[in-house]
């Protein structure tokens, strides 16, 4: 045999294998792609129920971060007898921030818009504690800050804090 002939019969054959494997590819291409979307639905059915357990502890969280951000538990848990201003107001505002730092990652499994008015909720805490202090004298006791502050709750027509787990609530009901 020549060149030219193996050449052409090469071509040939090689012509014939591509056409054969087009063909199959286009007779099986439905069932091909079937398949990969039935992973695909697999694999986010499976991530999605791995994920569910994962963002109902993170609301749980939030939930308890704010119960325990709330002043009425806050003062509780930290007034001590003849306590300064000064001292109650560091130990409220390290109170806070630590609660915050330790719940931080749980913004991955809530709802952004949740997790901002959590983010505001913390915020203005710090606000409240810090203005109820400039508001008192110098010479004003722990005993004197916590009626301001629990005075500006009562205030407020509706509890931001219960507010604030309502709309965790209502997150989590979108999950189901």
């Known amino acids: 045999m020549s060149t030219p002939q193996i050449l052409t019969d090469v071509l040939t054959l090689a012509i014939g294998v591509f056409i054969a494997l087009f063909a199959i590819y286009h007779f099986l291409k439905s069932d091909i792609q079937r398949f990969f979307n039935l992973k695909t639905v697999e694999l986010n059915k499976e991530s999605r129920a791995h994920l569910l357990p994962l963002r109902l502890q993170a609301h749980e969280r939030l939930i308890i971060f ?10 509780v848990r930290l007034h001590q007898q003849g306590i ?7 130990g409220i505002l390290n ?3 630590t609660e915050y730092q ?3 990652t749980q913004q991955l499994y809530v709802d952004s818009i949740t997790w901002n008015v959590v983010r505001k909720l913390k915020d203005d805490t710090i606000a409240m504690i810090n203005n109820a202090v400039q508001g008192l004298p110098a010479e004003a006791n722990g005993i004197e800050l916590s009626k ?29």
């Open 66 to 75: 704010i119960d325990r951000i709330n002043p009425a538990n806050l003062l």
């Open 102 to 104: 330790h719940n931080i």
């Open 95 to 97: 109170e806070i921030r």
């Open 148 to 176: 301001a502050i629990l005075q500006h709750m009562a205030s407020i027509d509706e509890n931001p804090y219960d507010l604030t787990i309502e709309l965790i609530k209502k997150d989590i009901q979108k999950l189901f």
């Open 84 to 90: 300064g201003i000064a001292v109650l107001q560091a």
